[in-house]
């Protein structure tokens, strides 16, 4: 993907994460509102409901319309509305904060590789991290001797893993470089 397709996507993450946040905020106010006008305050209808007189009815008595028990699954949809978009706003900026954070690791780890250990984690990469030090000499079409160089020197930075595996030895690619 380009650098520019992957900025576009990631403003439109988080421009998402923030109208949830909105909507939350929202939701949440409408739900207080409700609460409190209904069984706080006890109002059960606007003022002008109060002086109105239903027709069939032969005491005259002021129309009550039953507004709580019409509201009350409004107030449960707007709290529940509120804190799915709520969970949905943090976990979207959570996996936008590890996203970016696996590119910076990308960017600084290219920065201190050579460009035959470039190689060499770009071949691991299209193994899915594992491949054992013969593979990599026969695919790299580097020398041993170079192969264990770069194994020795990327695996004092922490960015692959070697294990010993039969004759040879396995070399283990760490996650964090992963492409998604």
């Not at 984690?121 to 264990?148: D, F, M």
């Given at each position: 993907?380009?650098?520019?397709?992957?900025?576009?996507?990631?403003?439109?993450?988080?421009?998402?994460?923030?109208?949830?946040?909105?909507?939350?905020?929202?939701?949440?106010?409408?739900?207080?509102?409700?609460?409190?006008?209904?069984?706080?305050?006890?109002?059960?209808?606007?003022?002008?409901?109060?002086?109105?007189?239903?027709?069939?009815?032969?005491?005259?008595?002021?129309?009550?319309?039953?507004?709580?028990?019409?509201?009350?699954?409004?107030?449960?949809?707007?709290?529940?509305?509120?804190?799915?978009?709520?969970?949905?706003?943090?976990?979207?900026?959570?996996?936008?904060?590890?996203?970016?954070?696996?590119?910076?690791?990308?960017?600084?780890?290219?920065?201190?590789?050579?460009?035959?250990?470039?190689?060499?984690?770009?071949?691991?990469?299209?193994?899915?991290?594992y491949?054992?030090?013969?593979?990599?000499?026969?695919?790299?079409?580097?020398?041993k001797?170079?192969?264990?160089?770069?194994?020795?020197?990327?695996?004092?930075?922490?960015?692959?893993?070697?294990?010993?595996?039969?004759?040879?030895?396995?070399?283990?690619?760490e996650?964090?470089?992963?492409?998604?």
């Amino acid at each position: 993907m380009k650098p520019k397709e992957q900025n576009n996507k990631r403003r439109l993450y988080w421009f998402i994460s923030i109208l949830c946040f909105i909507y939350a905020g929202v939701a949440l106010i409408l739900f207080v509102y409700l609460l409190y006008f209904l069984y706080v305050r006890g109002q059960y209808a606007p003022p002008s409901f109060r002086n109105f007189t239903h027709a069939g009815n032969l005491t005259g008595a002021a129309f009550r319309p039953p507004v709580r028990t019409i509201t009350t699954p409004f107030l449960g949809v707007f709290l529940f509305g509120s804190l799915i978009s709520v969970l949905a706003g943090i976990s979207l900026m959570n996996l936008l904060r590890a996203k970016e954070s696996k590119e910076l690791k990308r960017e600084m780890i290219d920065s201190m590789v050579m460009p035959d250990e470039k190689i060499v984690i770009k071949e691991l990469e299209k193994n899915n991290g594992y491949l054992t030090q013969s593979e990599l000499v026969a695919s790299t079409g580097l020398t041993k001797v170079k192969i264990h160089r770069i194994i020795k020197r990327l695996e004092s930075l922490g960015i692959v893993s070697k294990y010993p595996y039969g004759v040879t030895n396995k070399i283990k690619l760490e996650k964090i470089l992963y492409e998604d």
